[in-house]
DNA sequence: AGTGCTGCGACAATGTAAGCCGCATAAAGC
DNA sequence: GCTTTATGCGGCTTACATTGTCGCAGCACT
């Protein structure tokens, strides 16, 4: 674009193309980078960008054991273009405090710059006015939380590149079953994150039908020489709708009616199950009675069945029926070994 | 810091001192926070570089209607330092999945600039490659997802920069009980976001007890004239434990022990219940065995109850029986009416 | 040893930044 | 209605910064 020979933007672009610090890049590289975006300079120029004016003034490494050296931004560093202000700040802490419990911590500790950034905002502010953020606010999350699944970083990086580039990997892979590393070469064609676990949708080389790996038996990922093979038909959505992680789900709604106790009432009225939905007050009693437009889904069944007796269900009569076989047979679960051992 | 004549630094604090389009800051005010950051200069050289330099390269706009020009970031633009990798692009894209069904819309909008960055940086990769990112990678939320509860943008900044500054603010807020809009002088001292519903910890003015106050019940908030009371005494981890949002939590871990079906197995073998937990096969069956130190609370009994059928409690003995009696009860609900509804 | 790549110091020509001045405009005060 | 004050803006000048060029020095590879 620009051709102006402002320096300033010169620099800005110079410094957006210095990758953060496990990535480097070498200054001849860097040198046709910039010509690619208008900056046609010397050499000499460069070097001295380098060397005298931004490594003084921002946190920029250089690794000068090979001759064309390597430039890298400090790892923590981050720099928002306008600043943040205290409300997204806040939001960022509190995004965070969410996503420690959702995504593998290696990707989450992808964004620590930038929660870094806001803590350090609010850290400052702290220092005038004494206000200790992190000692008031928190996320609970919904649902129990489990501990989300170790995953190493370059695998996380090689994934979502190969994924986002098109290009096929090598991976070990840790089979569910046999409990043997295997090789395989894999060509991605989706991510997704369930709950505190991710897995790449990809197929095997040599094979048409679409598999899932959970990231965190990936033992090893590299990018592999075998051209990516594309599958123009592929639709996640659908994928995922036609049951693939256990969220086998109708293609329609489907209208819930039930009563439902009080407390439950309250929290249907501020964050609601659908789009459409009422509540009405049952007279004479504690009890209200819910009509509400939901998907046809085990994730909706098994809300019910959390909700255990503060919730009738009326209709859809598949849903009564499967919440009372379910009822009956944990009863009888129960009753089929006695209490002998009670620790009690 | 730096006195360094250095052109470049300054315009970078200039940029990082203008404030996103909502908010405005005038000329004189900005020769002001440069002065205060070491930058000595002219009027006339701020002019020059706001309405010249910046403002050339830069999305940045100018309210000229009054006449301390009044000076503006574009809403959506957001620039980073380094600039994001495709990694971390893609942790952005797959947090703002998850977020959105966690969090009010208005506060994930606080991070769209953010969001947006990189879902350009991925459309720029998608032109070449054809990559299409909006297809390939889906975030699948814990539990069922209500929808998250509405929330006035002002609301959210005005009760943010309120409790990170510590100022009272005065509020209108909507009772639960009573229907009807009250003002009302807080004290914030706290945000806690749980599920999708965010709640302000405060006191009100005049009033020693902490109290909740659901964020989107609040129709207006504005800063107080009151100095905020401080309460030195409240940790808000406690304050969430002692029961305050329904999450009751004995205050020891326990010893859950269960026999868990095949799926359950596989599930907790990669995201664990807790860091403490052994799964063993029992022999001539498809059942395994689980021990866990898990913590007291509701949280993990709901799981509990959600895995239904799947999930066998031998101890504590406590929760073995609540499941028991949760599912007599359940039961029993549905027994009492029979089955005359059946819509088959 | 020769060749090519890279980094670096020096230098001169050019370009630019920034203070200063004066003028124009608009709002506030008398 | 006139002055005063605050701000924006164009132009001028000078000191200073930027940048291409050159020469030299390591270093790797041949």
Known sequence: MSD??????????????????????STPVLKEKLAERGFHIDTRSLQRDLGQKLSTQFPIGCDDSQKPYRWYF??????????????SALTLVLAEEYLKGLLPPVVVG???????????????????????WARCVRAIPNGKALIPAELDEAIWQTVAEALLEQKAIDVMYLSRTSETEKPLTLHPQGIVSRHSATYLLAHVDGFEDLRQ?????VKHAAFSQ???????????????QSGAFGYRQGPDNVVLEAEIARPVAWLLQETPLSEQQTIEALPGSQWYRLTAQVPDDQQTLWWLMGMSTNVKV????????????NAAQVLAHYQDTPDTCDMH
Not at 4 to 22: E, H, K, V
Not at 314 to 325: I, N
Request: with cysteine; net charge positive.
């Open 226 to 240: 075998r051209a990516w093979q594309a599958r123009d038909d592929f639709d996640i959505d659908r994928y995922i």
């Open 213 to 217: 790996f959970a990231l965190h038996r």
């Open 4 to 25: 102006a020979r402002d320096t300033l933007f010169r620099y800005l672009t110079l410094l957006q193309l210095i990758p953060r610090s496990p990535g480097r890049i």
């Open 74 to 87: 400090d790892r923590a560093f981050q720099c928002h273009l306008p600043a943040l202000d205290v409300p």
């Open 110 to 132: 992808q964004l620590t710059p930038h929660f870094n950034d806001a803590r350090q905002l609010l850290d400052g502010m702290a220092s005038n006015g004494l206000s200790k």
């Open 314 to 325: 009326l209709a859809p009569s598949a849903w009564r029926e499967t919440l009372k076989a």
